[in-house]
């Protein structure tokens, strides 16, 4: 790891509390950055943010505009810049067969991964237009271009964000901001059990699951001066499992718990 490539760089990264949140805000403020640990849950935010310097920690739903507007509010008066956002918060525990969907799963899921993306980006470009400069990063899944059981919504809301990746890219350019995205593959953010990890990694092509930690070094890189000519682009960390023709033989979702058969 060469450190210092953010230097001086404020970053908010939301879902920060955990998983692969907390390895990025980890890993840039290694790099120099000054970083906003942003979370639902605030005392998770406070835990990450505690031992990393200069860091600040902050409660916010993204899915919430007014929480969004104080999020950037407290980012101003801390740093009073932004150059750098990570929208990485989602809802992932979202399994539901389509037959058994309902409004509110649809609506949940959508305004979180989607729209909440839309909330922090529209305030992080407006300010980072006026700058000249600055970078957005948002955290999409495979889903986005293959399928997961019993994910329509979760699938749906990560297409949308490749897309609005794209938009944003030609947008934004002509002010100098690039947006791209990063797409984890299966990622152990909870400690799975051993054996999971070997049934979940079998058909992997590098033969295992990956771990945060190797999202941190495609951000940083997505971050910095390194990626100056990078917009619009979709970064793969996924151990492969995207470039093969056949799915992994282990399905979170299963056909056996589909309703009716």
Known sequence: MVEGRLAEKVAIVTGAGSGIGRAIAERYAAEGARVVVSDIDVESAERVAAPLEGALAAACNVADRSACDALF??????YGRLDVLVNNAALTA???????????????IIDVNLTGSYNTA???????????????INLSSGGASRAHRGNAAYDA?????????????????????????????????????????????????????????????PA????????????????????????????ATVDIFPVDRFPGL
Request: some cysteine; overall charge negative; glycine content about 10%.
């Open 122 to 136: 529209l305030r992080a470009a407006r300010l980072m237009a006026a700058q000249r400069s600055g970078v957005i």
């Open 73 to 78: 509010s407290a980012t101003l008066e801390r």
């Open 220 to 247: 940083v890189f997505l971050a910095s001066d390194d990626a100056a000519y990078v917009t619009g682009s979709i970064v793969y960390s996924d151990g492969g499992m995207l470039a093969q023709q056949r799915s």
């Open 94 to 108: 979202t399994e539901r067969h389509f037959l058994d969907a309902d409004d509110a799963w649809w609506d949940d």
């Open 157 to 217: 809301a990560k297409g949308g964000i490749e897309a609005f990746t794209r938009a944003l890219a030609l947008d934004l350019g002509p002010y100098g901001v690039r947006v791209c995205t990063l797409v984890p593959g299966s990622v152990d953010t909870k400690g799975l059990p051993e054996e999971e990890r070997r049934r979940r990694g079998i058909n992997i092509p590098l033969q295992r699951v990956g771990v945060p930690d190797e999202l941190a070094g």
